[in-house]
């Protein structure tokens, strides 16, 4: 049985990656992850609760610019690297914490990495790293231009990537997700942050005119491409897209949720963010063909399978609430 550690398992992607990994059976998962209050902690502890009592999962409460914290993890076979400090907007305030986190962190785990003979390394990028880009959809081999330090600190974790590959012969390969949703999403996102203020008949806010679309894809569907990417053997580095290949403008998003929550949605419209692109566009071909990836999930049933967990989530939040109070 293959060990595997996962950075930030206690996350969004990484929870719902690690339940399909626990599912199957066939490794042995170890998760890292510091709690970072950049959004509720207590969400982070719901996700991980499951699998606590589960004999083939371990955890460790730690940071990945920490080497001691890593050298907790034993006989490690791969990793699966999320861990990240979030958010394109936040990043412009505090550029050198994001700096210091993704790409510094991310040395210091290739460093781990070599030092443990790993070999097999998957990098969470982002699709926030091609910026300002006019060819669409967008390709791996496309010129990168960043608009934030958030991109540009996932731009430097695939050189060094790069560099860790050449040198010591870690098979790397850096997958750059497409605006991923669905149960378990954070709640500073746009999706969990809509359900939520229209479900409770708050004001929604829109940056600009409501045209920016987005390449939305299911965490579902992502966590099957990275399982996939598991098997990976055609070269020691490559980047490649993961998307869902549709795009949808904000309007059509929000009338989405309109319709499921059965509420009009209240909107206040505020100028376009720094930092934020007009339009997201995968072209998913080579993960199609190196990591046989197929999206299958409809914005409508994403949003339905989200709202499912919300509903949940947010009911036993307010039953331990009220058995508390």
């Known amino acids: 049985m293959e060990h595997i550690l996962v950075t930030g398992g206690a996350g969004f992607i990484g929870s719902n990656l690690i339940a399909s990994l626990l599912q199957s059976k066939k490794y042995k998962i170890t998760c890292i992850d510091n709690f970072d209050d950049f959004y509720s902690i207590e969400q982070k502890e719901w996700n991980i609760k499951p699998f606590l009592p589960n004999p083939d999962f371990s955890f460790i409460q730690g940071d990945i610019r920490n080497a001691e914290d890593l050298n907790l993890a034993k006989e490690v076979d791969i990793i699966i690297h999320l861990a990240a400090k979030a958010g394109v907007r936040p990043s412009i305030q505090n550029p050198s914490l994001y700096l210091d986190v993704n790409t510094n962190g991310t040395q210091v785990l290739l460093e781990y990495a070599h030092a443990n003979d790993i070999k097999r390394f998957i990098f969470a990028s982002s699709s926030s790293v091609y910026g300002i880009n006019e060819h669409s959809p967008w390709i ?186």
Not at 159 to 173: K, P, T
Not at 192 to 198: C, D, P, S
Not at 249 to 257: E, F
Request: charged share 25%; with cysteine; proline share 4%.
């Open 140 to 325: 791996e081999e496309d010129t990168l231009c960043p608009i934030s330090p958030y991109a540009s600190s996932k731009i430097a974790g695939e050189m060094l990537g790069h560099v860790y590959s050449h040198l010591y012969g870690i098979r790397f390969l850096a997958l750059r997700f497409f605006t991923v949703y669905g149960p378990g999403q954070r709640p500073d996102l746009a999706i969990h942050k809509f359900f939520k203020a229209i479900s409770e008949e708050n004001a929604i806010p829109v940056y600009g005119d409501g045209t920016t679309s987005r390449d939305y894809t299911f965490v579902g569907d992502a966590v099957k491409g990275i399982v996939a990417a598991l098997d990976y053997e055609r070269s020691n580095f490559e980047i490649v897209n993961i998307g869902n290949h549709n795009v949808i403008t904000l309007r059509k998003l929000i009338t989405a949720i309109e319709a499921i929550c059965g509420k009009t949605a209240i909107i206040d419209r505020y100028l376009e963010q720094p930092g934020d692109v007009s339009k997201t566009f995968a072209d998913i071909s080579k993960a199609q063909e190196y990591l046989g990836y197929d999206p299958s999930t409809s914005l409508e049933e994403g949003l339905l399978s989200f709202y499912d967990w919300f509903k949940m989530y947010y009911a036993v939040k307010a039953h331990e609430t009220l058995r508390i109070n």
